[in-house]
């Protein structure tokens, strides 16, 4: 066993150990096991929320777009500043209306706002599609990350089961606290890390952050350009604002908002999150370093770019480190997007679409069997793959967002819109998406005498948009839904 494996091991023991040590003096109920008990405080809710959005996307991801794609990257570091201003003002409204009425999973906020239950078991098809997509991305990651930062003792498959396993194992004996503890530990190493590889990396090889971008330059003239077609600007704004719309949209992100133990912790996080996204830019760093000390990486393989230069710069034991913290990065969202697909499939599949009398000792029993399931087919997901990290990100939220106008229309004061809107406008949406995937078809192929700007929109976006059109059509052809009171709750 080389010295990165087993630090590596230690790492994944260690996680295993807290996980379990989490459970200790409660009594497991659905309401305590999916959202621990609303009891979260400011800082565990911002290390939850943080561990969500710092995933194995921004690690691997991040500093691999930024050593293929060049300036197009920067939309990861731009759609979280937009993400947390909206959040500012929805997440609060959101939390006061589930604590009122007692939701536990994300699609119940649809239900129960629409009063009706079909509308839930719809939403909960399009969160967990889009949520299987979001779990390949922290599988990937993982096995790209034990076997790299293995020097491939260890295979990407084999880490992926391994990982599933593991994240199968602390979820269903400690539930959201398992991963609440586990992501105290990988924030504080994560932020620790990316700023430490962000300087030292370019002050290594360069001399400095200045000299790299001109080393770059002169090797590649036109690399921090946007390109005329494709990647280009038109694309790179609707991205920001197509995966800014649809960020509180993963569903995982609301478990961290229901748990909150009041609307002021949510509140503070909107505010706190932001902070977070400035270690985006280090990775960024890392990533335009391995230019041109490890060229040559295509397709996907650009997500071995931090990898690629921390093995050829550091000790294999410092090399263990960055891997076993990069295991956290999975693990903790992983782990919590396994939790939330389990309680939709629980809450909303199994009792709003076939057991409408069940208890929750009942559902929660469903839930807990059905997460291995859900886990597999992520599993069965990734190992056929072959597209890059971000490529995936970008389908889950142009998916997920196509949930938005059933949102947002129902937290107006007089709420705006009927059931009737809110499945026309997500089968609407949904369409347009499915359209484009199975087709290949794109806004280029189908108007190729349009001008560059509308080529250039994201899909999504165009999905949204004529989700929204739908769903304004729809509601002023039937009645509007009753609006349903919010209890006063803690601020």
Known sequence: M????????????????????????????????????????????????AGESFSTFTFLGASGWSYSKGSPAFYILAYGGLAYLMAFWMLPAIWRYATAHKL?????????????????????????????????IQLRGLGIIVSEASYGSIAPQVAIWIGTVVMV???????????ASIAIVKDILILVLAVFLGVYLPWHYYGGVTPMFSAIHAANPSFFEFPKEGLNLTWYNSTILLTALGYYLYPFNLTSVYAARSASA?????????????????????????????????????????????????????????GGTGVLTALVPGSMILLTASTVIGKNVYKEGFAHNATDKQVSRVARGVLPVFALVAVYF??????????????????????????????????????????????????????????????????????????????????????????????????????????????
């Not at 040590?21 to 309401?31: D, I, P, Y």
């Not at 194992?169 to 991963?179: A, P, Q, R, V």
Request: glycine residues 10%; aromatic residues 10%.
């Open 2 to 49: 080389n010295a990165a494996l087993g630090v590596i091991a230690l790492f994944v023991a260690g996680a295993l150990g807290l996980a379990v040590l989490a459970r200790r003096g409660r009594t497991m109920s659905l309401e305590q096991w999916a959202l621990g008990g609303r009891g979260l405080g400011t800082i565990m809710v911002f290390l939850l929320m």
């Open 382 to 491: 990734v190992l056929r793959g072959g597209t890059t990290i971000v490529a995936v990100a970008i389908f889950a939220s142009s998916l997920l967002t196509q949930l938005l106008p059933s949102l947002l229309f129902s937290l107006m004061k007089k709420p705006f819109g009927s059931k009737h809107a809110a499945f026309a406008g997500i089968l609407a949406g949904g369409a347009v998406l499915a359209f484009t995937m199975t087709t290949g078809a794109n806004l280029g192929t189908l108007f190729p005498s349009a001008p560059v700007v509308f080529k250039s929109l994201n899909t999504g976006l165009v999905a949204l948009a004529v989700n929204a059109l739908v769903f304004v059509a729809v509601a002023l052809c039937t009645p509007r839904m009753l609006p349903r009171t919010v209890a006063a709750q803690p601020a």
């Open 266 to 322: 949510v509140r503070r996080n909107t505010i706190l999150m932001p902070l977070y996204q400035v270690v985006i830019a280090f990775l960024f760093l890392v990533g335009f370093a391995a230019i041109l000390q490890v060229p040559g990486l295509k397709g996907s393989e650009v997500d071995l770019a931090l990898f690629g230069l921390v093995k050829h710069t550091f000790d294999p034991w410092f090399v263990g480190v960055i």
């Open 169 to 179: 194992s602390y979820i269903l004996f400690s539930g959201i606290h398992g991963s």
């Open 104 to 136: 536990v999973s994300f699609s119940d906020f649809f239900a129960h706002k629409y009063n009706s239950r079909p509308l839930g078991v719809l939403v909960s098809i399009v969160a967990l599609m889009g949520m299987v997509a979001l779990l390949t």
